[in-house]
């Protein structure tokens, strides 16, 4: 499996980045975190207050920001804005809802594929985000589509927010979840949707280990039987 590409889809809250952060220690793979990147495109066009009607103005600024993951100790990533370390940054409800606006632009989206592709292009990577086994790597050799129950999911952003020191209720959690589900399956670019070929995983009830457990279990498997 050492040159595998391994892509890990799905909503908010599924447990998408734990899970992928956690198989790519176990395979030693490069783990690739797209949401990351598209909430780096969010900050940027917070920060340059650019109207979302501005497409043109938004994609020449995201093909100009040089986003970069730099590897910390054991598997912390740090993510990295035109050299300004914007890990914590892009963590906050306020860019969570921009990038979802964002990555709706067609320019960005086809500007942050072209760099996820240069990041995958030699193998050996867990890559995930929610249009990776359908847009950017649709030859992935493993697919994933990680889900769970709206209400898990809610759930468990609410008390990863908490954690952070983000006071918002379980309820405005959940709508801006709803909202987010919604623009994220219905937009015209790469909807958010499991690959015909990807293994559909709930991850309710399940620690991220048990699921990289079954994940490397399920892959073992379908290697066998190819």
Avoid at 36 to 41: E, L, T, V
Avoid at 117 to 126: D, F, I, M, R
Avoid at 150 to 168: I, S
Avoid at 194 to 208: E, F, H, K, R
Wanted: aromatic share 4%; no cysteine; glycine share 8%.
């Amino acid at each position: 499996m050492k040159n595998d590409t391994i892509a890990i889809d799905g909503p908010a809250g599924a447990g998408k980045s734990t899970v992928a952060r956690l198989l790519a220690r176990r395979l030693g793979f490069l783990y690739v975190d797209t949401g990351a990147m598209y909430r780096a495109a969010a900050l940027v066009v917070e920060r340059n207050a650019v109207a979302f009607t501005a497409e043109d103005e938004i994609t020449a600024l995201i093909r100009s920001a040089r986003i970069e993951f730099v590897n910390g100790e054991g598997d912390t990533q740090y993510l990295y804005l035109n050299g300004e370390d914007v890990t914590e940054a892009i963590r906050t409800p306020g860019v969570a809802s921009l990038a979802s606006q964002v990555s709706a632009i067609p320019g960005v989206r086809r500007a942050l594929v072209a760099l996820q592709q240069q990041l995958a292009v030699s193998g050996g990577v867990v890559m995930e985000g929610r249009d990776i086994g359908t847009v950017v790597a649709p030859d992935a050799e493993i697919k994933i589509f990680l889900t769970a129950t709206p209400e898990e999911r809610a759930n468990r952003r609410h008390a990863e927010l908490a954690a952070r020191g983000n006071d918002v209720s379980l309820e405005s959690v959940r709508a801006d979840q709803d909202e987010r589900d919604e623009r994220d399956a219905t937009r015209q670019v790469a909807p958010l949707v499991a690959a015909s070929d990807a293994i559909i995983l709930y991850s309710d009830g399940q620690t991220p280990e048990e699921i990289v457990e079954d994940i490397v279990a399920m892959t073992e498997a379908r290697r066998r039987e190819a």
